[in-house]
Each structure stands twice: as structure tokens, then as C-alpha cells.
């Protein structure tokens, strides 16, 4: 038996100066006190990965350095590194985030405490590594709470009503071989958690020992690596919570006759939506109008019309996505010099939010010339407010398929 007490595993690839960044905290900490180690999976990098893995070696750190021969995708560089940890618990860490050092040893001491538990989650922070602030938690619990092998509904009802998302936690290493099985369409946090409550207990404790990092100084405008999910995962949250019910039921915990399944139905519903919305507010920030118009249309065709964060969009969103859907009608056709911009009062304000919207700056916005110039028909679009003109564009030699009116960008997009 092995007397390392926790195995840290970090999978990266290509991330050699957010690994440095992340190592060099190891080594100024002074707070885990037992037995660990740093297991790092390494998904075929070609830059200085291995290079920072054996200078913090040499530093002491104690690392189990593993390079895959090829990259086979997140989730088996993961996997790896569960499948080489040698600790009695193991806690995944990404390599740009960190760790609240002395708050491990408190969940450390729970599992010990508690050896039916197979899982210990917690809520963690949003971290501003520039400024060394947290910003918030990503969700709360006033004091530790305890789920009894198999106690589905309750556990089920615990992350629901609290919209907590089950992410980050330290497992029993040995419970790892039957809860990390891959998943595609249901969510890995909610299945995972479907699979841990099926095997033994489940716990959450109150203390963060996480920090998921938001703004640093390693690299300028970073993407949080859990945006580009919350944009675009809201289904795959529902099949996450769908598994969860679907094990619960096949156990006998989960009651799916009669009302019940419609009543669990709404839940899943209820918190999609929710997701959804806060999807809305990262695309229209993202400046993706036209994806957001999606995800407006289907959160108040589900009821959701006066959501905050659909109010907040109601009034300016389907114009602009009417516009940024004419800059990329425009910007997909083949050899477009010039875009005509007819009966529009303000050509500037309108130019300027057209190309604000992505269209490509090698297109020159212009109003009608005032005499025919052959030259110009061939290579040229046309916007105009008044859908009776669309004719006499046509007869000047106008591509048809490239002369819009008000209706044909705005038309689908009601308010």
C-alpha cells in the first residue's frame, strides 16, 4: 500500500508557462503537511512541457511525469492520470488554475473521517490571479452535507434546487475506475456524480480548496477554458441530469411513474434554461448576435421571455443580428468590392455597426451612384430599406442574389 496520501493530477498540453506558473506555487507553499504527489499527463506537447516538468523536479517536487505518444483528446489525458495515481484519494487540478493549499487538509481529514464517502465535492472561487482576488464562489453551501450511498432523489433535489454543478472534488483513487467512464451527450460532472452515488456516499463540504483561474498574468486576454462549455453545453447539462434520474430509476430510488416523470421533466427543463440564459448574456457579450438570437428565441418560446438577461437584450438584439447577418451575407460571397447602401438615413452609423459586426474591411460602403457604372454592378451588393426598389437594382445589372431589402434581414427575427 502506497503512504501517499493524495495525488494531484494535472493533464496539459502545450501549456508550458502556465505549468511553470502553476509548479512554482508548489514550491512556495507550505501548507499540505501528509504524503502527496503531482501526477502530470502530458498529451504528446511539442514545446518546453517537459523541460518545466524536470527542472520543479529537480527542485524537489514530487512529480510522476507520464507523455503520451499521441493526443488523444482531453479525457484520456485525464484518465491517464488517474489511471497512474498512486494516492489513496486523487483530486484533478487543470494547469491554469490553482489550488487553496490549506484547505486541502480539512477535506483530506473528512474523507478519513467518513471512509464510505467516495467523493468529496466542494465550491470553489473565480480567481483574478492579476489583481489576487477571488471574485466569488461558483456556488454555496452553509455546512457539510452528507449523501447516503444510493439516495438519488435527494441528492438529485441538493444539486437542482441549488444549481450546483459537481466539478471540482477529491476521490477515492480505487472509486475512480467506475465513475471516469467517457462521456459525449450527458454531462461528465452530473453522470460522474450518478456514478459515485451509485457505488457508496457522497459528500460536499463548505471550504473551497479551488481556484479557477479568470484573469493572469501568463498570457493577455485569455479565454477561461469553461466559457467556450457554459456557451454551448447547455443540452449535454440536461443529459447529464437525465443520466443522473435514469440510474436512479434503474436502482429503484427514482420514482418516473405518472406525475413524477413530468415533475422531474420540468427540473431538467428548468435548469437548462437557466444555463441558457446565462449563454445569452456570454454570446451577446462575445459580440455573436446571431447565435444569441437562437438562444433568445428558444428561452422565450419555453416561457423565459422576461428573464433578466432577456430583457436586458430585448430591445437592440434582433437588430443586430439582423445586421451582423447581412456583414456575413455579404463576406460570404466570392468577389464583393462594394456594398450599396440605399434609402438608409445615416450611411456612417450604419457602416460603422456593419463592420463592428465583422464585415470584412476590404468592402467599401457607398450610397446609389448617381449614374449607371457598369463596372461597379459586378462586384458590388446592395442594402436597401425600401423593398419596392429591389427592381430597379435588378434592371441596372444588380446580382439578385445580392440585393437585400429590410424584410430579408430582419424578417426572421421577431422581437
Known amino acids: 500500500m502506497s503512504d501517499i496520501k493524495l495525488s494531484i493530477c494535472i493533464p496539459t498540453y502545450n501549456r508550458a508557462p502556465f505549468l511553470r506558473y502553476l509548479l512554482a506555487k508548489f514550491v512556495e507553499q507550505k501548507a499540505i503537511d501528509f504524503p502527496y504527489e503531482i501526477v502530470i499527463s502530458d498529451n504528446a506537447s511539442t514545446d518546453d ?77 473565480l480567481y483574478d490571479a492579476v489583481d489576487d482576488k477571488d471574485e466569488q464562489p461558483f456556488y454555496q453551501i452553509e455546512k457539510a452535507r452528507r449523501f447516503s450511498q444510493r439516495n438519488f432523489a435527494a441528492l438529485f433535489s441538493f444539486i437542482t434546487d441549488r444549481h450546483i454543478f459537481p466539478e471540482i472534488a477529491i476521490y477515492r483513487t480505487d472509486a475512480l475506475r467506475s465513475i471516469t467512464v467517457p462521456r459525449e451527450f450527458c454531462y461528465w460532472a452530473f453522470s460522474y456524480l450518478a456514478q459515485a452515488i451509485d457505488i457508496g456516499a457522497v459528500a460536499f463540504v463548505e471550504k473551497p480548496f479551488y481556484r479557477s483561474v479568470t484573469r493572469t498574468n501568463v498570457v ?80 422565450c418560446f419555453n416561457g423565459l421571455g422576461r428573464h433578466p438577461e432577456v430583457e436586458k437584450v430585448r430591445d437592440k438584439l434582433p437588430l443586430m443580428a439582423g445586421v451582423q447577418s447581412l456583414a456575413r451575407k455579404i463576406n460570404a460571397a466570392s468577389n464583393i468590392r462594394f456594398l450599396v447602401l440605399d434609402k438608409v438615413s ?70
Open 49 to 125: 512541457t517537459t523541460t518545466v516538468v524536470q527542472e520543479f523536479a529537480a527542485l524537489g517536487l514530487p512529480i510522476r511525469y507520464y507523455k503520451r505518444e499521441v493526443n488523444d483528446g482531453g479525457w484520456a489525458n485525464l484518465t491517464n492520470a488517474y489511471q497512474h495515481a498512486d494516492g489513496q484519494y486523487s483530486l484533478y487540478l487543470a494547469d491554469d488554475d490553482l489550488l487553496i493549499f490549506e484547505n486541502l487538509r480539512p477535506a483530506i481529514l473528512y474523507l478519513d473521517a467518513n471512509p464510505d464517502v467516495v467523493v468529496c465535492h466542494a465550491p470553489w472561487f
Open 220 to 299: 493577455r486576454d485569455r479565454e477561461q477554458g469553461g466559457h467556450e462549455e457554459t456557451m454551448t453545453s447547455w443540452d449535454r447539462y440536461r443529459g447529464g441530469l437525465e443520466y443522473f434520474l435514469y440510474l436512479g430509476a434503474k436502482r429503484g430510488q427514482i420514482d418516473l411513474s405518472g406525475p413524477n416523470k413530468a415533475k422531474y421533466e420540468q427540473i431538467c427543463s428548468l435548469f437548462t434554461l437557466r444555463r441558457m440564459a446565462v449563454a445569452l448574456r456570454m454570446w451577446v457579450a462575445r459580440k455573436e448576435y446571431i447565435k444569441a438570437y437562437e438562444i433568445y428565441a428558444r428561452l
Open 346 to 415: 445615416d450611411i456612417k452609423s450604419l457602416a460603422g455597426l456593419l463592420f463592428e459586426m465583422g464585415l470584412g474591411k476590404s468592402v467599401g460602403i457607398m450610397p446609389p451612384p448617381e449614374y449607371d457604372m457598369q463596372q461597379l454592378t459586378p462586384v458590388s451588393a446592395v442594402f436597401t430599406s425600401d423593398g419596392a426598389r429591389r427592381e430597379l437594382f435588378i434592371r441596372q445589372g444588380y446580382r439578385p442574389g445580392l440585393i437585400f431589402c429590410e424584410n430579408d434581414i430582419v424578417g426572421g427575427l421577431p422581437v
